[in-house]
């Protein structure tokens, strides 16, 4: 804790509590060392309504924290049932403590070195590279609709065992989810093979942390790629959100390198959490190098003399539009400044945005490119648009504090 945590500690810190073995010992084990360090507890359960006894879980994390006097608050989901389930809960619940955290800028997880064998066994299955085998850090920052945050997890070099002996021995509550143990379930079929084939849960967690050495060795060369052939685009001395790379500079570097640029400036283009799918990235790289174009991760890549332009997708934002209060986030990248005039809306530029442009505020770059730039409309009436110099420059401000390129590489 001291080394995810200080030097200088947060007055307060959350904990994200299911009610299992593992999270509650992580309450016991966060309990008294906060007492000790004068630091604040706050403590979330998520209800994912998949079970009747969720409920009472819940309750019973409730009822613990008041006995140790925390502060404690159930948050509630419903699966909508797209997609998998588990993924679904797993976002979902990220998303939920992200609101709910309000002045926190760190939130505990219970998960263990159990986890992370089970987390690397399923992504080498998957085919993962050095990322996905670095399976889950100590500490990660989390950026959303919220703010930036960072995910701790204290307990990724303890065993679940342990932890369960060490509950069981303080006489902490805890309860076991069934869902653990079904095996429609693919970490629950890891798990299970873990024991059935004999593989060592240290060992599988030793090579998360050679992944992760190897990982930050291949980010650190990216970033200087990235700062010798990446440009952020600028127009009226505002950045456009839109990235310049040099072909030939991304044709004299080795192809894992080329893989990992491209993926970087495709989540940040789009503002996505998730890197695209390997087997797409390759083909648009492919073609990239050879001249073409193409669209993937909801952004427009297109050549431009010597330079590969990669823009938000205008059509991936045809149904984004939202009310213009002062500090609303729009696409992830854009917020609404104290400038904006009342009683507008927030939306793309679109060609109709685009044809009521003065010459005078001509862009020199392709239409395509400048039709998912933010604008605001009356109606149908373009008010403001600060890439085109139209309304006020503050408007619409791009990722207030930090979010240039360079920054997002050294965290991705």
């Known amino acids: ?37 004068g630091i604040g507890l706050r403590v979330v359960t998520i209800d994912h309504g998949l079970r009747p006894a969720a409920a009472d879980e819940a309750a019973m994390v409730a009822a613990e924290c008041a006995a140790l006097g925390h502060a404690h608050d159930t948050l509630h989901w419903q699966w909508d049932g797209h ?6 809960a ?13 002045d926190l800028a760190h939130v505990l997880f219970a998960h263990t070195q159990d986890d992370q064998a089970e987390t690397v066994l399923l992504r080498l299955l998957r085919g993962s590279g050095v990322e996905g085998l670095a399976a889950m850090s100590p500490a990660r920052a989390v950026r959303d609709a919220s703010g930036q945050w960072w995910l701790l997890r204290p307990l990724l070099t303890e065993r679940r065992e342990d932890l369960r002996h060490y509950a069981v021995t303080l006489k902490t509550p805890f309860v076991d989810d069934p869902s653990n143990d079904d095996p429609r379930f693919d970490r629950v079929r890891a798990r299970h ?24 060795a291949c980010r650190a060369r990216v970033a200087d790629i990235a700062g010798r052939i990446v440009t952020e685009e600028r127009v009226n001395a505002l950045s456009t959100g839109d990235l310049l790379i040099d072909r030939d500079g991304l044709a004299g570097v080795e192809r894992d390198s080329q893989m990992r640029l491209l993926a970087a400036a495709l989540q940040w283009v789009a503002s996505s959490p998730y890197r695209p799918r390997a087997h797409a990235l390759e083909g648009l790289l492919d073609r990239l190098l050879a001249g073409g174009g193409g669209t993937l991760h909801g952004v427009d890549a297109t050549p431009r003399a010597a330079a590969i332009r990669l823009s938000r997708e205008s059509a991936a934002l045809r149904d984004r539009q939202i009310p213009a209060c002062a500090g609303a986030c729009w696409d992830g990248r854009w917020v609404v400044g104290k400038a904006a005039p009342s009683g507008v809306t927030l939306r793309a530029l679109g060609p109709d945005g685009w044809a009521q442009r003065t010459e005078s505020k001509a862009f020199s770059g392709p239409a395509r490119a400048a039709y998912a730039w933010p604008a605001l409309f009356r109606d149908d009436h373009l008010v403001a648009c600060p890439l085109l110099g139209i309304g006020p420059q503050t408007a619409i401000i791009f990722r207030p504090g930090s979010g240039h390129f360079a920054q997002f590489l050294e965290s991705h």
């Open 1 to 37: 804790m001291g080394a995810l945590l200080g030097p200088d500690f947060p007055p307060a810190i959350g904990l994200a509590v299911s009610g299992g073995g593992d999270s509650m010992a992580m309450l016991a084990l966060a309990h008294a060392w906060a007492r000790v360090m």
């Open 83 to 88: 997609g998998n389930l588990q993924d679904a």
């Open 90 to 102: 797993r976002q979902a619940r990220r998303d939920l403590i992200g609101a709910w955290r309000g």
């Open 193 to 216: 093979a873990i024991a059935t084939l004999g593989l060592s849960v240290e060992g599988l967690a030793q090579t998360a942390d050679r992944m992760a050495r190897a990982a930050q």
